[in-house]
């Protein structure tokens, strides 16, 4: 299991990839912004809030909901963004019927955002 930092790097190198292809394809715009979105809450930040990582589900949940490349940069951003999540003690999953990122804390009570988000109210 890689450690915070190593999934942080992934998720620059990933940021990095997105940028270089979107003078080939638009597709990767919504991709990037993703990125670029989940690397600003993480600036700074040695453990993620429930605001900040409500955000970052969202910026994912955004991108699903438009069209976008959904090649294996993307495939990998979700792993990596999986992986950050479940480090910083979030109950993560993907609904694979919607690609929805469905984000859950401990010990609290769901509840269902517009967004399709799912987080716990403490």
Same mark, same amino acid.
């Given at each position: 299991?890689?450690?915070?930092? +190593?999934?942080?790097?992934? /998720?620059?190198?990933? +940021? %990095?990839?997105?940028?270089?292809?979107? @003078?080939?394809?638009? /597709?990767?715009?919504?991709?990037?912004?993703?990125?670029?979105?989940?690397?600003?809450?993480?600036?700074q930040t040695e453990k993620l809030l429930?605001?900040? !990582?409500?955000?970052?589900?969202? !910026?994912?949940?955004?991108?699903? %909901?438009?069209?976008? *490349?959904? $090649?294996? $940069?993307?495939?990998?951003?979700?792993?990596?963004?999986?992986?950050? /999540?479940?480090?910083? $003690?979030?109950?993560?999953?993907?609904?694979? @019927?919607t690609d929805l990122m469905n984000l859950? @804390?401990?010990?609290?009570?769901?509840?269902?955002?517009?967004?399709?988000? *799912?987080?716990? !109210?403490?």
């Open positions: 299991m890689a450690n915070r930092q +190593e999934v942080i790097e992934r /998720l620059q190198r990933l +940021e %990095a990839y997105f940028r270089r292809n979107l @003078s080939n394809h638009d /597709l990767f715009n919504q991709e990037l912004t993703c990125a670029e979105t989940i690397l600003k809450e993480l600036d429930t605001e900040k !990582a409500k955000r970052i589900v969202k !910026a994912h949940n955004d991108v699903i %909901a438009s069209a976008h *490349y959904n $090649g294996s $940069g993307w495939l990998d951003l979700q792993m990596q963004l999986l992986q950050l /999540l479940k480090l910083d $003690g979030f109950n993560v999953d993907i609904d694979r @019927s859950f @804390s401990e010990s609290c009570d769901i509840l269902q955002l517009k967004s399709g988000v *799912y987080v716990r !109210a403490f």
